[in-house]
Nanobody, 123 residues
Framework: QVQLVESGGGSVQAGGSLNLSCAAS?????????LAWFRQAPGKEREGVAV???????EYSDSVKGRFTISRDNAKTTLYLQLNTLMPEDTGMYHC????????????????RGQGTQVTVSS
């Protein structure tokens, strides 16, 4: 079955950086999936952070544009999210997700999601 496993989260001070990874397995053709990162903070709604489409096109939420970079390595079936200039409001559980149909940062309905990796940013 499809498995997505995130790693790379941690605790950093404001202004710091982290690099998240999402290793996938069980996908019939990894390059055919639209991939996304979401985050959720306690008491807040889930927020789409970034997506990368099958053609490599990317989209970011306004809150992270210019600070986060999403990328994918189809040969390694791994998705990445580079987080720079972190702010306390970036704190939350970060999940990766995948679906075959096209996607955007506001898309819902991802059949495959990982358990998440925690990012905590202190001021």
């Amino acid at each position: 079955q499809v498995q997505l496993v995130e790693s790379g989260g941690g605790s950093v001070q404001a202004g710091g950086s982290l690099n998240l990874s999402c290793a996938a397995s069980g996908m019939w053709s990894y390059s055919a999936y639209c991939l996304a990162w979401f985050r959720q903070a306690p008491g807040k709604e889930r927020e789409g952070v970034a997506v990368i489409r099958t053609d490599g096109g990317t989209e970011y939420s306004d809150s992270v544009k210019g600070r986060f970079t999403i990328s994918r390595d189809n040969a390694k079936t791994t998705l990445y999210l580079q987080l720079n200039t972190l702010m306390p409001e970036d704190t939350g559980m970060y999940h990766c997700a995948a679906r075959v149909s096209d996607c955007g940062v506001t898309s819902k309905g991802f059949p495959y999601r990982g358990q998440g990796t925690q990012v905590t940013v202190s001021s």
